[in-house]
Each structure stands twice: as structure tokens, then as C-alpha cells.
T-cell receptor, first 113, second 115 residues
Framework: EPEVTQTPSHQVTQMGQEVILRCVPI?????FYWYRQILGQKVEFLVS????????KSEIFDDQFSVERPDGSNFTLKIRSTKLEDSAMYFC???????????FGEGSRLTVL | AQSVTQPDIHITVSEGASLELRCNYS??????LFWYVQSPGQGLQLLLK??????LVQGIKGFEAEFKRSQSSFNLRKPSVHWSDAAEYFC?????????????FGTGTRLQVTL
């Protein structure tokens, strides 16, 4: 069964460092999303991406965050200068059409020290 | 703004017993409703979804859910729980086609199954 792949599975970083989380979508999927889950809290929408541009973003997705699809396959989330409160599980999700089922990756756990 | 409430943070049931997980939503129009399951260290797996039509929807692993517009609820049920069902369950709401994939999640219900 096709799946969404995320790397790394776990990253530990120092506050202020840049982090890039990577996602390989299912091959025919064109809509990409990042969600975040702080430990013990609900899963929250961060950003949606289609046709090489952001479709929608939440209040959480401030100037420290950026997304891109650098090589036509990977979909990345960059945090420019990490803060302690960025510690969370970050989920990539993709779908082949608006309103279609979202397929989630297994997540990348980010720990900021 | 859309929101989801899962009133039960933690539920324990015996294997073989029936299960109902509650979900209430707030949404200004016809909602798209979802239940996801998350096993420890795993991603989110879709159990079932409701977009329109029959208000009783069947999902994977023997789960079903019923959409009740009058109660703004979408409760998840299973007649007989298996030990492997122990996980965290999230209810989520989305909008019409343009935003259905931008989901608002509830805080989750952790299910523990005793043997």
C-alpha cells in the first residue's frame, strides 16, 4: 500500500538552530499538508500547499516556518530558528484531490533543547 | 470557527465489550467528519468518514459512526472491542470540498483495553 514517508523520525536540536523536516508524498498526490501535535495536545493544522504555493496557513505558521517542494518529490517544512515551544510531533499529510482522504505519515518528533 | 469536543480523555473497556467514543462538533455548514486512530509512535490512520448520505457510516476494523445533526455529534462505536484496539482516537471536522482536507481535530480519547 502506498504511504507517506517522513524523515527524520526524531530530531533533537538546540534552540535557535534551523531544522528541516522532509516528507515524500504518495506519488500521484498533489495536495500537501503539515500538521503539528504538541505532546498531550490535539493535532493542529499548520499549512496546506498546492501547485508550488501555500494555499492556506494557520496562525501558528509564522515567519519562522516555510515550506517548499525543492525537487518535485520531497515536501519540506523548515523552521528557521527553533524555539522550545516548537517541540512537537510534525505530521505530513497528502491527498490526490481536495476533499479526498488525507494520508498521514508516521510523523517527525522534534525536540528543542 | 469550527471546533471538535471529545469529552472523554481516557476510557477503559474489557475485551469483548462494546465501545462508544463521543464526539461533538461545531461547524457553520454541513460538516465533513472523520475518525482517526493513532497507535503509539505511529501516524494517523483513517477509520471512517462522513461527507453526506447515510448517517450511519461503516469503517475499517469493525468500527462505525453515526452522524446526528440535531445533536451535532458523530460518535464512534464498536460492538466488540479487541485488545489491539487500544490506541488514541481522534475525531476531526472539515469543510466542503475546498477545505475538507484542512481538518480541526479534537483532543483525542485514549482507549485502554483490559483482558
Amino acid at each position: 500500500e502506498p504511504e507517506v514517508t517522513q524523515t527524520p523520525s526524531h530530531q533533537v536540536t538546540q534552540m535557535g538552530q534551523e531544522v528541516i523536516l522532509r516528507c515524500v508524498p504518495i506519488s500521484n498526490h498533489l495536495y500537501f499538508y503539515w500538521y503539528r501535535q504538541i505532546l498531550g495536545q490535539k493535532v493542529e493544522f499548520l499549512v496546506s500547499f498546492y501547485n508550488n504555493e501555500i494555499s492556506e496557513k494557520s496562525e501558528i505558521f509564522d515567519d519562522q516556518f516555510s515550506v517548499e517542494r525543492p525537487d518535485g518529490s520531497n515536501f519540506t517544512l523548515k523552521i528557521r530558528s527553533t524555539k522550545l515551544e516548537d517541540s512537537a510531533m510534525y505530521f505530513c499529510a497528502t491527498t490526490d484531490r481536495l476533499g479526498g482522504e488525507l494520508f498521514f505519515g508516521e510523523g517527525s518528533r522534534l525536540t528543542v533543547l | 470557527a469550527q471546533s471538535v469536543t471529545q469529552p472523554d480523555i481516557h476510557i477503559t473497556v474489557s475485551e469483548g465489550a462494546s465501545l462508544e467514543l463521543r464526539c461533538n462538533y461545531s461547524y457553520g455548514a454541513t460538516p465533513y467528519l472523520f475518525w482517526y486512530v493513532q497507535s503509539p509512535g505511529q501516524g494517523l490512520q483513517l477509520l471512517l468518514k462522513y461527507f453526506s448520505g447515510d448517517t450511519l457510516v461503516q469503517g475499517i476494523k469493525g468500527f462505525e459512526a453515526e452522524f446526528k445533526r440535531s445533536q451535532s455529534s458523530f460518535n464512534l462505536r464498536k460492538p466488540s472491542v479487541h485488545w489491539s484496539d487500544a490506541a488514541e482516537y481522534f475525531c476531526a471536522v472539515g469543510g466542503p470540498t475546498g477545505t475538507a482536507s484542512k481538518l480541526t481535530f479534537g483532543t483525542g480519547t485514549r482507549l485502554q483495553v483490559t483482558l
